[in-house]
T-cell receptor
């Protein structure tokens, strides 16, 4: 079974731009969670989608948004980029039914904001 | 709310030595606990998980962890470390109404001396 895939793997943007990251879950998984990883803050939860609905959200500003499609693929969008948004963005997929299953992570998208 | 503490930011061991990485969690009910490993520039790979049952769980790469409810701990162990084990290790917990949200510790960086 193929693992979680994320595209693109690397991205360079400038302040004020917006960016869209994509995540394809493991086949059959219906939940996708997104995390931001930085050296200063560690791994922080952004949001989780299950069956096209956002079920949970972390403490990030409204510039961070996401969505999930009917095939469970998910995208996250960051508008009006700031230097502090430079990070590794990780998505994880799970079966999703209870919200407490094992999460399997993709390789991440490394975003650099200049 | 759930939380995870990894007291050791950095651990150095010699190849062939035993290893124990500490993890303490805070959660009112029985938690679901995980250990993940991350190599530089990569995503998180699941090492092992505890949901219920036997408190000593076996994982990949020769790792094991023991759940101790009385100490709110889930320490990771390996009897003989290999140079390829050098990486960052994260303990995580999920449970209750967290719906797709893992709470991570800050990680322990493992260095292995040849």
């Amino acid at each position: 079974k193929a693992g979680v895939t994320q595209t693109p793997r690397y991205l360079i943007k400038t302040r004020g731009q917006q960016v869209t990251l994509s995540c394809s879950p493991i086949s059959g998984h219906r939940s996708v969670s997104w995390y931001q990883q930085t050296p200063g803050q560690g791994l922080q939860f952004l949001f989780e989608y299950f069956s096209e609905t956002q079920r949970n959200k972390g403490n990030f500003p409204g510039r961070f948004s996401g969505r999930q499609f009917s095939n469970s693929r998910s995208e996250m969008n960051v508008s009006t980029l700031e230097l502090g948004d430079s990070a590794l963005y990780l998505c994880a997929s799970s079966g999703g039914g209870t919200g407490a299953e094992t999460q399997y992570f993709g390789p991440g998208t490394r975003l650099l904001v200049l | 709310a759930q939380s995870v503490t990894q007291p050791d930011i950095h651990i150095t061991v010699s190849e062939g030595a035993s290893l124990e990485l500490r993890c303490n969690y805070s959660y009112g009910a029985t938690p679901y606990l995980f250990w993940y490993v991350q190599s530089p520039g990569q995503g998180l790979q699941l090492l092992l998980k505890y949901f219920s049952g036997d408190t000593l769980v076996q994982g990949i790469k020769g790792f094991e962890a023991e759940f101790k409810r009385s100490q709110s701990s889930f320490n990771l162990r390996k009897p003989s470390v290999h140079w390829s084990d050098a990486a960052e290790y994260f303990c995580a917990v999920v449970g209750g109404s967290t719906l797709g949200r893992l709470y991570f510790g800050r990680g322990t960086q493992l260095t292995v001396w040849p």
